[in-house]
């Protein structure tokens, strides 16, 4: 029976792949039809996979656990093949391009924190973070935010601020109004919103792109934060296999593998496809947003770039 966080879950899902429709009908529509059709393809090798792997248990015989958990992992590939549902992540990066490259693995933003993968972010605003900028464009509007700050300038210095930490010109505009700046504070805020905006418009940056990733690989990934006990079967074999008391969490695990590509290559030995963790910058607050270590690069999905949708 699904627990209430599955059923909220569920809806979720169904909210964010109707706005997707919504927005972008051909794509969408495309993703789904791509998505059913491997997990048939996953649903048939499932019934192989059970058929010659256990058979079914003779008529008047009770099924083994080894049957009963064969059928449910194929009910549960069929289910998911005609309910094609994934979270809409993000992911910033130097690159351009229309598929995950594992060979551009370490080459963007941040370092491999939490294990060798492809990251990518629940929260836009996470994903922004770590997409490059100009730093040309950086050191010119910090200077900028430096001589506001000095001359007590308090209305220029938060319109470069916002620039600073990734806000986009759209979303400091909107700031501007709710923040209702009058009179000096009005002027010097316009002046500063222009000349930062011209600025990041002429800047080299990187891409930010809108990704799908299926939610049948996000159940099954390590997390980093919650007790090992908790976590699927595979997870805790493998802490057993390794000697990790199961009390201890997803990140104990890591630090115990490492979190090089020799961890990885452990990870997925063992069926794990990917980690997910808490963002640091909402740790302790109600968002409690996730980010997502992905292994296979056949497991994202690129939807946009830089708001463009990707054919």
Known sequence: MPTLADIYSAINT????????????????????????????????EMVQAAQGFGA??????????????????????????????????????HIFQRFD?????????????????????????????????????NNILKKYEQAQNANDYASAQIYEDFLTHKTPDEIASSMKEAGYAGKDALAAQQAFDYATKQYQNQTKGSLYKVDLPDTHIRRMLDFDAPLKNQPKPIRNLAKSLGVDLND?????????GKGEEG????QNAGIPGIKYFDEMSRGDTKNVR????????????????SKPIK
Not at 291 to 306: G, I, K, S
């Open 291 to 306: 980010n997502f270590v992905v292994f296979d690069p056949n497991h994202l999905t690129v939807l946009e770039r830089n």
């Open 14 to 45: 169904a909210k964010r792949k109707g706005s997707d429709f919504v927005q972008n009908p051909v794509t969408s529509l495309q993703q789904m039809l791509g998505n059913a059709n491997d997990r048939a393809r996953g649903y048939n090798q």
């Open 264 to 267: 990885k290559q452990i990870l």
């Open 102 to 138: 594992s060979s551009k693995i370490g080459t963007g933003e941040g370092a491999q924190m939490y294990g060798r993968g492809l990251y990518t972010a629940q929260d836009l605003g996470v994903a922004k973070r770590f997409t490059p900028r100009d730093p040309a464009f950086e």
């Open 249 to 257: 969490l997803g990140g104990d695990l890591v630090a115990k593998i």
């Open 57 to 94: 248990p003779a008529r008047g015989q009770q099924a083994t656990p080894e049957q009963l958990a064969a059928q449910q992992s194929t009910m549960d590939t069929f289910a998911e093949a005609y309910n094609p549902a994934g979270m809409v992540v993000f992911h910033g990066s130097p």
